[in-house]
């Protein structure tokens, strides 16, 4: 069983920024970022698949969120600026040993997940 605890939301402004934390007991080659809201299903915001070296981010966010992984601390990071009341969601982390191609739609199925963290970005 692996364990992730994700860290860092808060309240911020329209055009602010906040950094995540995840840390997990133990990491795995598929890594990454979902968000959530009671409106909308579950999306993929970012990814890194540790096989391929490759990151992806969800369109949505591209250019404003960087991910970033630290594998000697078991952890990964996501770090958002310019923040968009859109981006207002329950933030969980994800970890995988399988995710292939790499794609947020392959590293979801069976995946641990965090209890999550929430962000929210008001004007």
């Known amino acids: 069983q692996v364990r992730l605890a994700e860290s860092g939301g808060g309240s911020v402004q329209v055009g602010g920024s906040l950094r995540l934390s995840c840390v997990a007991s133990?990491?795995?080659?598929?890594m990454g970022w979902f968000r959530q809201t009671p409106e909308k299903e579950r999306e993929g915001v970012a990814m890194f698949d540790a096989r391929s070296g490759s990151t992806l981010y969800a369109d949505s966010v591209k250019g404003r969120f960087t991910m970033t992984q630290d594998y000697a601390k078991n952890s990964i990071y996501l770090q958002m600026s310019s923040l968009e009341q859109e981006d207002t969601a329950m933030y969980y982390c994800?970890?995988?040993?399988?995710?292939?191609?790499?794609?947020?739609?392959?590293?979801?199925?069976?995946?641990?997940w965090g209890q999550g963290t929430q962000v929210t970005v008001s004007s």
């Open positions: 994800a970890a995988n040993n399988f995710c292939y191609p790499p794609e947020f739609e392959t590293l979801a199925p069976g995946a641990y």
């Open positions: 133990e990491v795995k080659f598929c």
